[in-house]
């Protein structure tokens, strides 16, 4: 087996919510909240455990719900598909589920919200046991309601949002570090190790940029600096002057940009065009081959943040990494990392409960089963809302490529005491 169990039952149970320092619990600094919400996991009390497992199937099936055509996110999806698929060959070459094979069953979205809900649709009539997916916000908060209502168990790789696992809804697992803990990683950087104070904003203006920087925004404010300026712009623009004349005029201490590779990478190179020196901080979908290509030399310096170190040594990584660029002639990154491990997850699942959504759910969600679970992108420790609140990482350019470290968030004289 592939996971540890913990030495108590929750590793997280001593956490404030979402892996938080002190520093940033809302009204923390005045007095003790009078109650605490997702302190403790929701319970899923209905039927479903009694039905009998079909004896009939030629292949068990499992699904993949990911931006593959018609989205400018396209090449992520790509990843993601990839790392499911490995899981899913290895796991066939191990024999599958007592000895019938596993199947995967691929559907796309491109991010609108009628769009999602049909692909789960058709994901519950091709009698998946569980499904992966997928990036987008707005495409997983739908397909999230989708999976209660037709009772699938979901498993996301990939989404960041923070309000996504605090619908509470009981039948899906995040395994990748939201944007609380990015956005907590990269404030404590930028406010307490590098004493910087006045920070201004440039964002995408769709979901990921408009959520993603909610947290930092709040942590911010929290440590006592206020963002300086927070301007926007949309997918698809390449001239960005207007806004960052903006910026410039309010003369502040670092830049903050929250948005795809593309747009970041041609930003980063319009900053420094306009003679602006500030350094440069970002989201963890800047850390890409594109960026730096993008970028070029005024890339070297800028910081970003990570949810797991893919230049570390742990002999599951190496070897997942040198298969992958066999198998698919591209280096993995976070997305086909991250779907690597989390279709391993639905798989082990799937082999401990038996063909029973309802049981998968149970196993998925027990916060002991896969609690401290030990894959490629390090260990899955799962808070009460089935988030995972591990380890993330600092992403800086040296010398033309991204070096990875700790982020703040681990170092305890940096987040102070933490506690329930």
Known sequence: MLWNFPTEAQ??????????????????RFQDAYKWFFAD?????????????????????????????????????????????????????????????????????????????????KLDDEGVWGFLGSIDGIVTHVALRVALKLEIPLVNTADPDPTLTETRIPWMIRTIGDDRQNSYALALKIFKEMKLSRVAVLRTNYRYGRVGIMEFR???????????????????????????????????????????ARET?????????MGMKQPIFGGDRLVSDSF???????????????????????????????DYESRFGIKP???????????????DAIQIAGLNRTKIRDVLT????????????????????????????MAEVKNGKFIFYPSPMDDKKMTGSIKK
């Open 11 to 28: 590793e997280s149970n001593e956490l404030n919510y979402g892996k938080a320092p002190d520093e940033f619990i809302p009204y923390g």
């Open 41 to 121: 996991p929701q319970l899923f009390l209905g039927p479903g455990r009694e039905k009998v497992a079909p004896t009939d199937l030629e292949t068990v099936r499992v699904g993949f719900l990911g931006p593959l055509e018609g989205s400018n996110i396209k090449n992520l999806g790509l990843q993601m598909l990839n790392g499911t698929t490995m899981a899913i060959e290895e796991a066939n070459a191990k024999g599958g589920y007592h000895g019938i094979p596993f199947e995967l069953m691929v559907h796309n979205d491109v991010g609108m919200w009628g769009a999602a809900a049909n692909e789960v649709v």
């Open 218 to 260: 709040e942590a911010a404010r929290r440590l006592g600096y206020p963002l300086v300026l927070e301007v926007r712009y949309d997918e698809g623009e390449s001239e960005f002057t207007t806004q960052l004349e903006r910026i410039r005029n309010t003369n502040p201490d670092a830049i903050m940009l929250w948005g795809n």
């Open 265 to 273: 990478g041609m930003i980063v190179k319009q900053i420094r065009k």
């Open 292 to 322: 730096l290509e993008i970028a070029g030399k005024d890339a070297e310096g800028v910081i970003s943040v990570y949810p797991y170190n893919p230049e570390g040594d742990d002999p599951k990584l190496v070897a997942f990494t040198k």
């Open 333 to 347: 990154d976070s997305f086909a990392a991250h779907a690597y491990d989390g279709m391993n997850i639905l798989l």
């Open 366 to 393: 027990d916060l002991k089963t896969f609690q401290g679970y030990e894959g490629v992108t390090g260990k899955v420790v799962f808070d009460a809302s089935w988030n995972d609140i591990g380890s993330v990482y």
